[in-house]
Antibody, heavy 118, light 107 residues
Framework: QVQLVQSGAEVKKPGASVKVSCRASGYACTDYYVHWVRQAPGQGLEWMGW????????NSAQKFQGRVTMTRDTSMCTAYMDLRSLRSDDTAVYYC???????????WGQGTTVTVSS | ILLTQSPDTLSLSPGERASLSCRATQSVISTYLAWYQQKPGQAPRLLIYGASSRASGIPDRFSGSGSETDFTLTISRLEPEDSAVYYCQHYGSSRYTFGQGTKLEIK
């Protein structure tokens, strides 16, 4: 079935980097953009950016520009989100999601918890 | 463009009808307006896209409407499993924006 499977939970120290993976299966993975959305504890959803798996083009929210890198490995149908210079307020669940033709996120990964703590 | 959802919390009984509002600070393209349901400990689930089209597998108790700056998610005949946080989301000017969410409690 169509699904996105993310990598496991991470614990990082302030200033470190984290790389989260998102593996697609059950569909042609280069045909759909992959988005990244995060959710801090008890908070709402925050859009981070997207990657076009076919071309590798990316776009990120202004808040994360310069600190986030999104890449992909088409042979593995896997997208990656790398966030640098981590701070305590980066502690959140990070989701990847597939974008449908009308700019809605129709398939979501299970989420990856990233905890930033000294 | 900011999306403001109201109310913050809604408490209703099974069988009742819920109306959740999503208001944009300026007119948006309704084609790019979506609604999601999120239950505790779970990823969001797409309910409505294009302002009024139900996503695959979503019961017809869920409906979306609206245009320009005012959009509504209506849930008729509430069931206990509808207890969740509901978010609206919009795409515009290469950016994606979520509302702050409405928590729906079923008494």
């Amino acid at each position: 079935q169509v699904q996105l499977v993310q990598s496991g939970a991470e614990v990082k120290k302030p200033g470190a980097s984290v790389k989260v993976s998102c593996r697609a299966s059950g569909y042609a993975c280069t045909d759909y953009y992959v988005h990244w959305v995060r959710q801090a504890p008890g908070q709402g959803l925050e859009w981070m950016g997207w990657i076009n798996p076919k071309s590798g083009a990316t776009n990120s929210a202004q808040k994360f520009q310069g600190r986030v890198t999104m890449t992909r490995d088409t042979s593995m149908c896997t997208a990656y989100m790398d966030l640098r210079s981590l701070r305590s307020d980066d502690t959140a669940v990070y989701y990847c999601a597939r974008l449908n033709g009308l700019r809605a996120m129709d398939v979501w990964g299970q989420g990856t918890t990233v905890t930033v703590s000294s | 463009i900011l999306l403001t959802q109201s109310p913050d919390t809604l408490s209703l009984s099974p069988g009742e009808r819920a109306s959740l509002s999503c208001r944009a600070t300026q007119s948006v393209i309704s084609t790019y307006l979506a609604w999601y349901q999120q239950k505790p400990g779970q990823a969001p689930r797409l309910l409505i896209y294009g302002a009024s089209s139900r996503a695959s597998g979503i019961p017809d108790r869920f409906s979306g409407s609206g245009s320009e700056t005012d959009f509504t998610l209506t849930i008729s005949r509430l069931e206990p499993e509808d207890s969740a946080v509901y978010y609206c989301q919009h795409y515009g000017s290469s950016r994606y924006t979520f509302g702050q969410g409405t928590k729906l409690e079923i008494k």
